[in-house]
């Protein structure tokens, strides 16, 4: 059976020093603030995506999205032709979503913390999987309730460019390099700029 990272780069290769740049007043990119959780993470994902596996969400309009997703946590996000929304169990089958496993609670509890957002709670979680070719057009993440939290994504894998957009989808959009271990976190004034993945380059671990 192969594994769904067969495609991902070892993060030796993309190693960098540890960084905290700064974003915007509640944005922060960490960079390779996760890479010594990495593998243990990786282990996490491949036990929430045996009882979920990865699918292909759809747009409003009936699109299927390039990006496949999983879910874990009290709360899963979910994207088809009814809209975007959060819901507590799984449409397709009525079953709660998995639990979301203690270290995923504890890495973004830690990189909020980094960021300027102490006391942050994550209640769901969305394992989004880029395989080359996918990409993630300029949106924001407008489907929760608490706009007061933040956002706190990591990154695993293949490199990718993050675009890092204004408050209106027209604003022109900063391009990021992420890599294995980087995370990034935003909230508070950032809490609904655009943002996006450009199209995701061939790699492989071979």
Do not use: N
């Not at 067969?6 to 290769?13: D, G, N, S, T």
């Not at 603030?33 to 243990?40: G, H, I, K, L, P």
């Not at 994504?153 to 980087?182: C, H, N, Y």
């Amino acid at each position: 059976m192969q594994s769904p990272f067969q495609a991902f780069l070892p993060f030796e290769e993309y190693e960098r020093p540890l960084e905290h740049i700064r974003l915007g007043q509640g944005a922060a990119l960490l960079a390779g603030f996760a890479r010594d959780d990495a593998s243990r993470l990786y282990e996490d994902i491949l036990a929430v995506t045996a009882t979920h596996a990865f699918q292909h969400g759809s747009t409003r309009g009936g699109y299927a999205m390039s990006v496949a997703g999983s879910r874990c946590g009290a709360l899963g996000w979910i994207s088809d032709e009814r809209g975007y929304r959060y819901e507590p169990s799984d449409p397709r089958t009525g079953e709660p979503w998995p639990t979301m496993p203690a270290r995923f609670q504890r890495v973004a509890e830690r990189a909020a913390t980094a960021a300027g957002f102490p006391g942050f709670e994550p209640d769901a979680c969305s394992i989004l999987r880029y395989a080359p070719g996918a990409r993630l057009s300029l949106h924001q993440d407008r489907s929760e309730r608490d706009f007061t939290q933040p956002v706190v994504t990591v990154s695993l894998g293949l490199p990718a460019t993050f675009l890092w957009g204004g408050m209106r989808r027209t604003d022109k959009a900063k391009e990021i390099s992420l890599f294995q271990g980087d995370v990034a976190v935003w909230g508070g004034r950032d809490r609904l700029r655009f943002h996006g993945v450009r199209e995701i380059a061939e790699g492989s671990i071979l």
